[in-house]
């Protein structure tokens, strides 16, 4: 099985910056996409930001312009580096990364995710 393991969340002053990693424990195959998510105590956990086989990236308004996605694909890693940081990223980070086979048959892999926590 799987495992992706995300690292980089701490205690951060707003304005502060911050950057996650998530390395999976072995290379993932037919990978499509690969995102970061989140979710705040008494939310929903909501897409922060993803990137696609092409390469193509989207992201959530609320963090257009201050955070990026990237990824390592020798290692099937990939990272969100967040800056200017506000009081309302705070939230645990979530790695996801879903793959589909030739054959259609898709997976769903999820990390346990790091706190983030901006405050001064």
């Known amino acids: 099985q799987v495992q992706l393991v995300e690292s980089g969340g701490g205690l951060v002053q707003p304005g502060g910056s911050l950057r996650l990693s998530c390395v999976a424990s072995?290379?993932?195959?037919?990978?499509?996409?690969m995102g970061w998510y989140r979710q705040a105590p008494g939310k929903e956990r909501e897409l922060v930001a993803g990137i696609r086989r092409s390469g193509s990236t989207n992201y959530a308004d609320s963090v257009k312009g201050r955070f990026t996605i990237s990824r390592d694909n020798a290692k099937t890693a990939m990272y969100l580096q967040m800056s200017t940081l506000l009081p309302e990223d705070t939230a645990r980070y979530y790695c996801?990364?879903?793959?589909?086979?030739?054959?259609?048959?898709?997976?769903?892999?999820w990390g346990q995710g790091t706190q983030v926590t901006v405050s001064s």
């Open positions: 996801n990364v879903k793959t589909i086979s030739d054959l259609g048959t898709s997976g769903d892999y």
């Open positions: 072995r290379n993932i195959v037919n990978i499509y996409t």
